[in-house]
């Protein structure tokens, strides 16, 4: 069975751009989360995906985006790129929403922002 | 906001021995869960507990759990070179959703051969 599936693995953007992350869930998994890593603030929770609609969102700005396609995979945007935004971005699976159990993590996208 | 504080930040240990982590939360919770983490790479899930549960073995991992404390331990005995990594643990929260866990900062775990 194929993991979390997360592209691109690294990318490099200027500040200003936008930037588009992929996230390819466990089959059968509808639920996708995302969370971002710094070394400052550790590793934060972004937002949560279930059936395509958005369940819950962590303390970020309205530039980080995120949706979710009938097929659960699931894409995250940032846009009016900022030095801050520099991270791993990390995007996580599980079966059930609301069912306290283990997330299956991707490998991550690491971004930096020059 | 951070709900773990894992304690001590950096250990160093040699292979063959003991490594004890300890993680403190703040708020009620429905579980506990360790992950790990290799430089760099995404985060694999080590054990879950529940909060009705004191204690739970997986292999070489033994996590105790004491809500009236609020703070959970991870123990890897016989620590092998391999258990390089960062270890982090994790809370679902009383009312909160399974995608949305709330992490410590983590424990960097140096196992020298």
């Known amino acids: 069975k194929a993991g979390v599936t997360q592209t691109p693995r690294y990318l490099i953007k200027t500040r200003g751009q936008q930037v588009t992350l992929s996230c390819s869930p466990i089959s059968g998994h509808r639920s996708v989360s995302w969370y971002q890593q710094t070394p400052g603030q550790g590793l934060q929770f972004l937002f949560e995906y279930f059936s395509e609609t958005q369940r819950n969102k962590g303390n970020f700005p309205g530039r980080f985006s995120g949706r979710q396609f009938s097929n659960s995979r699931s894409e995250m945007n940032v846009s009016t790129l900022e030095l801050g935004d520099s991270a791993l971005y990390l995007c996580?699976?599980?079966?059930?929403?609301?069912?306290?159990?283990?997330?299956?993590f991707g490998e991550g996208s690491r971004l930096t922002v020059l | 906001s951070q709900q773990g504080e894992e304690d001590p930040q950096a250990l160093s240990i040699q292979e063959g021995e003991n490594a004890t982590m300890n993680c403190s939360y703040k708020t009620s919770i429905n579980n506990l869960q360790w992950y790990r983490q290799n430089s760099g790479r995404g985060l694999v899930h080590l054990i879950l507990?529940?909060?009705?549960?004191r204690e739970k073995h997986s292999g070489r991992l033994r996590v105790t759990l004491d809500t009236s404390k609020k703070s959970s331990s991870l123990l890897i005995t016989a620590s092998r070179a391999a258990d390089t990594a960062s270890y982090f643990c994790a809370t679902a929260n009383y009312g909160g959703s399974q995608g949305n866990l709330i992490f410590g900062k983590g424990t960097k775990l140096s196992v020298k051969p």
């Open positions: 507990i529940r909060s009705n549960e």
């Open positions: 996580a699976s599980s079966l059930y929403l609301g069912q306290t159990g283990e997330l299956f």
